[in-house]
Nanobody
Framework: DVQLQASGGGLVQAGGSLRLSCAAS????????IAWFRQGPGKERVRVSC????????YYADSVKGRFTVSRDNAKNTVFLQMNTLKHEDTAVYYC?????????????????WGQGTLVTVSS
């Protein structure tokens, strides 16, 4: 079974930083696209980033480009989302998701395997 465990959320002031972690188990980490999504209060869930397993590229939403960075520790099957210069509008529940497949030059938006969310609150 694909299992994903997101952690690292919390309360931070605007301009601050947080690092989220997504620990993965039960599947071939190298063969799956790993994405971060977020859902703000009263908003739809949107994709924040997605890392393709095929070409190693990470795609970022325009709203987080230059502020958020994805990295991974393959030995620990863990993906990190480093969030810098946080804004109030980054407040959301953040989820990690996984989907197997080959993605070259793109990364999926539809995922079937999800971790539980971790809440990020940015005070203004």
């Amino acid at each position: 079974d694909v299992q994903l465990q997101a952690s690292g959320g919390g309360l931070v002031q605007a301009g601050g930083s947080l690092r989220l972690s997504c620990a993965a188990s039960g599947f071939d980490f190298d063969g799956y696209a790993i994405a971060w999504f977020r859902q703000g209060p009263g908003k739809e869930r949107v994709r924040v980033s997605c890392t393709s397993p095929s070409d190693g590229r990470t795609y970022y939403a325009d709203s987080v480009k230059g502020r958020f960075t994805v990295s991974r520790d393959n030995a620990k099957n863990t993906v990190f989302l480093q969030m810098n210069t946080l804004k109030h509008e980054d407040t959301a529940v953040y989820y990690c998701a996984a989907k197997g497949g080959i993605y070259i030059g793109n990364c999926p938006y539809d995922f079937s395997s999800w971790g539980q969310g971790t809440l990020v609150t940015v005070s203004s």
